[in-house]
C-alpha cells in the first residue's frame, strides 16, 4: 500500500509508485481514446451505413450493460490486480490482432465490430477493478485525492487524446491500434511493480450467485437510487447518438478529415473538463436539474 503523508494529497505524486500508476493509466486512457476514433473512422471508409458506423460505439458499450454487475463480484472473488492483468492482456492480444488485420488490408465491418465488442468487455474487466484497486493501494485519508487524480487523466484523455489519434492516423489506423498495444504494455508493468495484496479470508466471500442476489436486493431497497439511474439512462440516450453518428457528420456534412474530426471530439472533452470543473459553482444553484441537459457529453465514469 502507498504510505500515508499529510492532508494535502499532491504528495501521492512523491511516491513513486502512485506515480508509475497514474502515469500508466493516462497513457491506457489516450490509446483508448485514440483507438476508438481509429476504428469510427475506419467505419465510415467501410461503409456508409449509418447503423454500421453507430454500431462503433455501441458495441464498445454493450458489454458494460451485460456484463457489468457479475464481472464485479468476480472481481472481488480473484483479486483486483490480477484482473487487471487478465484485462491487460485479453485487450492488448485483441489489439495485436487488430492492427494486424488492418495492415494486411483484410478489415471488414463485421469483425471490426467483434473485436470492438471483445475489446468492451476488456474494458469491463478492468473497470469493475481498478477503482477497488486504488481503495487497496491508497490510504483512506488519501483516496478521494487519488479518485479525483483519476478523474483528471480521463479528462486529461478525453481533451488531448483525439487530437494525438488524429495526427497518427495520417500514418495509418494499424499504426494507432498498435500504439494501443503499446498502452496496454506499460500498464502492464506498472502492476507488476505493485505488491500483491493480502488475500481476504475465505470465509468471508459469498459464491457469486449468492453475491448478485445481495447487489440486487439492495438495489430493490434503496429507492432513492432510482431517480438518478433513469436520470442518466434517459440524459445519455441522446448523447450517445451523437457521438456514435460523429464521424459521419464530420465526414460527409462538415466535410473534414480526421484530424478534424479530432478535433471535434477533443472540443467535446474540454467541454466535459470545463463542466467537471465547475460543479462546485452549479451545486450551490437551487436548482441543479437546471444545468442538466447542457452538462453531458462524454460518458462519466468517475463519480
Given amino acids: 500500500m502507498i504510505e500515508k503523508g499529510s492532508a494535502g494529497g499532491y504528495e501521492l505524486f512523491a511516491q513513486r509508485q502512485f506515480r508509475d500508476l497514474w502515469s500508466a493509466n493516462l497513457v491506457l486512457n489516450l490509446g483508448q481514446v485514440m483507438l476508438l476514433l481509429a476504428a469510427a473512422w475506419i467505419m465510415t471508409s467501410l461503409t456508409q451505413n449509418a447503423v454500421l458506423v453507430g454500431l462503433v460505439q455501441a458495441t464498445t458499450s454493450l458489454p458494460f450493460l451485460v456484463l457489468a454487475i457479475p464481472v464485479g463480484v468476480i472481481s472481488d472473488r480473484v483479486g483486483h490486480r490480477m484482473l487487471l492483468l487478465v484485462a491487460q492482456l485479453w485487450m492488448a492480444s485483441l489489439a495485436v490482432v487488430l492492427a494486424l488485420v488492418e495492415w494486411l488490408g483484410h478489415l471488414t465491418p463485421l469483425p471490426l465490430l467483434v473485436l470492438l465488442f471483445a475489446i468492451g468487455a476488456g474494458l469491463v474487466l478492468q473497470q469493475a477493478a481498478w477503482k477497488p484497486f ?25 481533451a488531448i487524446g483525439p487530437i494525438i489519434g488524429g ?137
Fill in 167 to 303: 495526427f497518427l492516423m495520417v500514418i495509418g489506423a494499424a499504426f494507432v491500434f498498435a500504439v494501443r498495444v503499446l498502452s496496454h504494455l506499460v500498464m502492464i508493468v506498472a502492476l507488476r511493480h505493485v505488491p500483491k495484496p493480502a488475500a481476504d479470508p475465505a470465509p468471508q466471500r459469498l459464491d457469486v450467485a449468492g453475491s448478485l442476489r445481495d447487489g440486487w436486493r439492495q438495489l430493490r431497497t434503496a429507492p432513492a437510487l432510482y431517480g438518478p439511474m433513469i436520470r442518466s439512462a434517459l440524459l445519455m440516450a441522446p448523447v450517445g447518438g451523437v457521438l456514435a453518428l460523429l464521424p459521419l457528420e464530420a465526414k460527409d456534412n462538415i466535410q473534414t478529415g480526421v484530424i478534424g474530426y479530432g478535433g471535434l471530439l477533443a472540443a467535446l472533452g474540454v467541454g466535459t473538463a470545463t463542466g467537471v470543473s465547475l460543479m462546485p459553482v452549479l451545486q450551490r444553484s437551487n436548482d441543479q436539474n437546471l444545468w442538466i441537459p447542457g452538462g453531458r457529453t462524454f460518458p462519466d465514469d468517475d463519480l
Fill in 134 to 158: 486504488l481503495h487497496e493501494m491508497v490510504p483512506p485519508d488519501k483516496l478521494v485525492a487519488a479518485i479525483s487524480f483519476n478523474a483528471l487523466s480521463n479528462k486529461l484523455a478525453q
